[in-house]
């Protein structure tokens, strides 16, 4: 069965710390995502990738494919960033599958 | 550019009532989605569409139904509601690319059944 996992599911962390957040699949995979939700709002997405790693601001992605995991990480992490973030995955097709999603607080 | 539109934003319905949920996207995307997000649970495929006369069942599609009669419209249809129905609904589109296919998210659909 095609399966994501996230870890932790929730994660509070005070504002400036280095964050983690980790994702795990089952089969090779055609690429992954990286999604943000804020209570009551929207997705939006993150990053695409289907190797490697990608940067944008203080957001980083990283996957390994041998490994069949991904990390999203923030550094000097602020309230803002407050959110939920979900994995994706594509396996091998459009049809996406979802991780159950990293509940982050970030304390001033 | 307005992306992917949603409507309504929140509704209640009766057991029993039918209604429509609207999703637009001028992207001129070949794959649109929908997705209903219930707590503790990840976001789970109810219908999906490649293009325009095509669609497809996804991992919960009983009590709805989809058509795909233009690239740009794809709405969900609640044929009779009820309270297991009650979720966040969630339309998205993307059109592949050589990168991969980045994925586009309307705003949401709050449907409460009672």
């Known amino acids: 069965k095609n399966e994501v996992e996230q870890s932790p599911q929730n994660l509070t962390a005070q504002e400036g710390e280095f964050i983690t957040i980790n994702c795990s699949y089952s089969?090779?995979?055609?690429?992954l995502h990286w999604l943000q939700q804020h209570p009551g709002g929207g997705i939006v997405s993150l990053f695409m990738?289907?190797?490697g790693k990608k940067k944008h601001g203080r957001l980083i992605a990283t996957i390994n494919i041998q490994e069949k995991h991904s990390s999203l990480h923030i550094t000097a992490s602020h309230p803002r960033d407050s959110a939920v973030y979900i994995c994706a995955v594509n396996f091998g097709n459009e049809k996406l599958t979802f991780g159950t999603g990293t509940r982050l607080t970030i304390i001033p | 550019n307005a992306g992917v539109t949603q409507t309504p934003k929140f509704q209640v319905l009766k057991t029993g009532q039918s209604m429509t949920l609207q999703c637009a996207q001028d992207?001129?995307?070949?794959?649109m989605s929908w997705y209903r997000q219930d707590p503790g649970m990840g976001l789970r495929l109810i219908h999906y569409s490649v293009g325009a006369g095509i669609t497809d069942q996804g991992e919960v599609p009983n009590g709805y139904n989809v058509s795909r009669s233009t690239t740009e419209d794809f709405p969900l249809r609640l044929l009779s509601a009820a309270p297991s129905q009650t979720s966040v609904y969630f339309c998205a589109s993307s059109r592949q690319e050589s990168s991969g296919n980045t994925i586009y998210f309307g705003e949401g659909s709050w449907l409460t059944v009672v």
């Open positions: 992207m001129n995307h070949e794959y």
């Open positions: 089969v090779g995979i055609s690429a």
């Open positions: 990738l289907s190797s």
